[in-house]
């Protein structure tokens, strides 16, 4: 079975600094890996998505985020934070078998607070 | 496009009461539909998911139920609600296609069992 681990509960970051959030995932083959964003008492929100590929991927908001086979990560970045961005953060793998109508398995998410 | 609603935004219940939420798309046919619970710390726990009416699977086996009377709507219900069944409630839907299809999510349903 799929998992994912975002091993950082909470992330504090300047405004203005730039912004790297980890994700790991565990996956038999090459997964389709995502990252959402969720603002307080909202839905999540897709940032971007890898299915195959160029391994950089670029997402809204000025996100982008790297897949890694070796390392089985897929990490977000961003080069400047702005206040705008805190919120929760959540990484998510699907079934690329064929499959997958259960849905996206989802990392337990990171907090981003931004410093002024 | 496609929306996707999702009511109420937020609800106060009893202990013991019956719970009904609803969630319903627009802009597309026959999608997959998911009901998703957060609870603080522990991301999101799929609950059902639906792959048209009258299918549902369900995930963890538990206090609540969901249908799918429509293509699309889903529901979800509990006859008799418990205090762990408070948290926010998310629906959300994608296209056929597989896994590499993204969720769309609604804005919650935020359910405080009292």
């Known amino acids: 079975a799929q998992s994912v681990t975002q091993p950082d509960i909470h992330i504090t970051v300047s405004e203005g600094a730039s912004l790297e959030l980890r994700c790991n995932y565990s996956?038999?083959?090459?997964?389709?890996l995502f990252w959402y964003v969720q603002s307080p008492g909202q839905g999540l929100q897709l940032l971007l998505k890898?299915?195959?590929?160029?391994?950089l991927v670029q997402g809204i908001k000025g996100f982008e985020a790297e897949f890694k086979r070796s390392q089985s990560s897929f990490n977000l970045r961003k080069p400047s934070v702005h206040w705008s961005d805190a919120a929760e953060y959540f990484c998510?793998?699907?079934?690329?078998?064929?499959?997958?109508?259960?849905?996206?398995?989802f990392g337990k998410g990171t907090h981003l607070i931004i410093q002024p | 496009s496609q929306t996707i609603h999702q009511w109420p935004a937020t609800l106060v219940q009893p202990v013991g009461s019956p719970l009904s939420l609803e969630c319903t798309v627009e802009?597309?046919?026959?999608?997959?539909l998911y009901w998703y619970r957060q609870a603080a710390g522990r991301g999101l726990q799929l609950l059902f998911y639906?792959?048209?009416?009258?299918?549902i699977s369900s995930e963890v086996p538990q206090n609540l139920s969901a249908s799918r009377p429509q293509d699309r709507q889903f529901i979800l219900s509990s006859k008799k609600l418990l205090l762990s069944d408070s948290g926010f409630y998310l629906c959300?839907?994608?296209?056929?296609?597989?896994?590499?299809?993204?969720?769309?999510f609604g804005n919650g349903t935020r359910l405080t069992v009292t």
């Open positions: 890898y299915f195959s590929g160029d391994t």
């Open positions: 802009g597309t046919s026959n999608p997959n």
């Open positions: 996956y038999g083959a090459t997964p389709y």
């Open positions: 639906s792959v048209g009416i009258g299918q």
């Open positions: 959300a839907w994608s296209v056929q296609t597989g896994g590499g299809s993204p969720l769309h």
């Open positions: 998510a793998v699907g079934d690329s078998s064929g499959g997958g109508a259960d849905g996206l398995t």
